[in-house]
């Protein structure tokens, strides 16, 4: 039998959307008239964003203490919940839409990217498999490539989409563990004898995200060696050298090099086609793969730009790149 809207808890609150109080969801026209009150919202907002603070005024704990401790046992009507947003929840908003936010990275919020993410939380996609949703595949091979084309990189480039440089790092690395001979994603890495201490190299303006991907990947940060770099903040590749010329002699096993096209700090670029020297004298001297991944998160599109592609010059030598061009 299916529940009547008075035997569910808050049947009785003035103001309540009868479409709310079933176990289902909205119907079509509630969403509807919700949906343009939203939309409505988010453009007044971006509208009038440079009026708001940069930066939240709120004090620690100021949100946490306006809403309920326990939850809720009765839903509120949609208003109230808008409502809450402009009294609870903005004033705790650090506005990265401001265009005075410089405090990292410019917005990635634009307005075709906000009506678009709309349309995939309808289509609620897992894209895990094509034929879980053929075009979610397919789309993200298509603009994948497109970019590939616009950093003017050749044809055997493939790639995917993540949730950002960090997770696209991490993944990097983990092909390049799993390019040893070490068997580790069977086997894994604890209680091994037989494995020699593993080494990841990259400049000491690298990302962070390069020293979590090695803690997450049982690397651990002593398996991060960071190069030392020259004046302008590129790494040095002599100094790459001789680090895994001395590892090898203590019987570490360079596994991967980490190079940045655009470091977070300064947007230095690391000299690609060096590094991609020093690999290739490394692999020849110690008969094993040493996987080069280059951190192009900031600066990679950048190369979009015809007359900045030098920035990119030795990528076809790497094995991975990560670009968010958003950035
Ligand atoms: C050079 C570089 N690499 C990686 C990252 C991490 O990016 P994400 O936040 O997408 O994980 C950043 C972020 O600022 C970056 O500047």
Excluded at 1 to 20: E, R, W
Aim: glycine share 10%.
């Amino acid at each position: 039998m299916n529940p009547q809207p008075s035997d569910h808890p808050g049947a009785d609150t003035p103001g309540l959307d009868p479409a709310q109080l079933g176990v289902g969801d909205m119907d079509a026209e509630t969403f509807r008239r919700h949906g343009h009150a939203v939309i409505e919202w988010i453009a007044d907002y971006l509208d009038r964003v440079d009026d708001l603070p940069v930066r939240s005024r709120v004090t620690p704990g100021t949100v946490r203490g306006q809403l309920p401790a326990a939850p809720p046992e009765a839903p509120e009507p949609f208003e109230a919940a808008m409502a809450d947003l402009d009294r609870v929840l903005l004033p705790g908003i650090t506005h990265w839409n401001h265009p005075s936010f410089h405090g990292y990275f410019a917005i990635s919020g634009s307005a075709p990217g906000i009506l678009g993410e709309a349309l995939i939380a309808a289509l609620n996609v897992n894209g895990m498999l094509w034929r879980t949703s053929p075009s979610a595949t397919e789309l993200e091979e298509v603009v994948l490539d497109w970019l590939r084309q616009l950093l003017g990189m050749s044809e055997g480039w493939q790639g995917l989409l993540t949730d950002g440089a960090s997770t696209s790092t991490m993944l990097a690395l983990a092909g390049a563990r799993e390019r040893t001979d070490l068997d580790v994603r069977q086997r894994g890495l604890a209680g091994r004898s037989d494995l020699p201490l593993l080494r990841v190299y990259t400049s000491e303006q690298a990302h962070s995200s390069v020293e979590k991907a090695a803690i997450a990947l049982g690397l651990g940060r002593d398996g991060v060696r960071t190069i030392g770099v020259d004046d302008a903040f590129r790494m040095r590749p002599k100094e790459l050298a001789a680090a895994i010329e001395e590892d090898v002699r203590f019987g570490y096993r360079p596994i991967a090099i980490v190079a940045t096209v655009g470091t977070t700090a300064t947007t230095s670029v690391d000299p690609l086609p060096a590094i991609a020297d020093v690999r290739d004298a490394a692999v020849a001297e110690l008969g094993h793969p040493i996987w080069l991944h280059v951190d192009g998160a900031y600066g990679a599109a950048l190369a979009a730009c015809e007359e900045h592609r030098h920035i990119l010059d030795g990528i076809e030598r790497a094995d991975s790149l990560v670009s968010n061009p958003h950035k």
